[in-house]
């Protein structure tokens, strides 16, 4: 079910996430990657240790899986929310249906991911988390011009018209979004996006970033992505 596997990146010195997931082998996989990547994890197999171990446990984010014996996602998501537990919440579910998201928003969902899922965007996603939970709350929609990028259905629109995008381009246009007028060297995109180092694939970003331009840049204006040459690029509405 997996399209890659656990990329090690590092998380934040103790900060500490519970998975509530009753597939072994899917929450097997979760801890193993997720404390690869420098977090510190625990396991519950269903929803009524979930519910009880999160009110207990001061954990910084829940990874909930929806379909669960015991308590449901919705039903231990509801309960934490009761209990006063704020902790940030990102739903797994097999169901990639637009009534499930609103359903879960309503109960306090900070995210979701698709099942299948590849764990460089799971790790995206804790993170974003994370930072969020940091910060406070952010938008969840982000604008530049005519574009607009919807983090919590996952959707890109340009002038009203839906834009596919991979979840790479998708993380792509996230960070465009969230540093516009910033000029981008290649390397912090890199890190960014592909949690890898400039030096290991310099391509690979150039390739990314034509193919995010030809979706969302041709045949509108104006040109939103720009290169600012030997520098990188920049996401702005007037070239720089
Ligand atoms: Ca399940």
């Known amino acids: 079910m997996w399209q890659d596997g656990p990329t090690l990146i590092?998380?934040?010195a103790g900060m500490k996430i519970l998975i509530v997931?009753?597939?072994p082998k899917t929450g097997d996989y979760l801890r193993q990657g997720l404390s690869e990547a420098g977090f510190v994890t625990d396991l519950a197999r269903d929803g009524r240790d979930g519910l009880e171990q999160a009110r207990e446990g001061r954990y910084d984010l829940l990874i909930l899986d929806v379909m669960l014996p015991g308590l449901d996602g919705w039903q231990v998501l509801a309960g934490l929310r009761r209990a006063g537990v704020e902790s940030p919440v990102l739903f797994l579910t097999a169901r990639d249906q637009v009534e499930d998201r609103v359903k879960g928003l309503e109960l306090g969902a900070d995210d979701y991911l698709v099942k299948p899922f590849a764990f460089t965007e799971l790790l995206a996603r804790v993170r974003s988390l994370l930072r969020r939970g940091r910060a406070g709350l952010e938008p969840t929609l982000l604008k530049l011009a005519d574009l607009e990028l919807d983090l919590l259905r996952r959707?890109?629109?340009?002038?009203?018209?839906?834009?596919?995008?991979?979840?790479?381009?998708?993380a792509l246009l996230e960070l465009f979004l969230r540093r516009q007028g910033?000029?981008?060297?290649?390397?912090l995109i890199a890190s960014q996006v592909w949690d890898m180092n400039f030096d290991s694939d310099t391509?690979?970003?150039?390739?990314?970033?034509?193919?995010?331009r030809i979706k969302m840049d041709e045949g509108f204006e104006p040109r939103l992505i720009h290169t600012v040459r030997g520098m990188g690029y920049v996401l702005e509405e007037a070239a720089p």
Not at 182 to 187: A, Q
């Open 10 to 12: 590092h998380g934040r």
């Open 21 to 23: 997931e009753d597939e």
């Open 155 to 170: 959707r890109a629109a340009r002038a009203g018209r839906r834009i596919d995008l991979t979840a790479k381009e998708f």
């Open 182 to 187: 910033e000029v981008l060297p290649r390397g």
């Open 203 to 212: 391509n690979v970003i150039d390739v990314a970033v034509r193919r995010l």
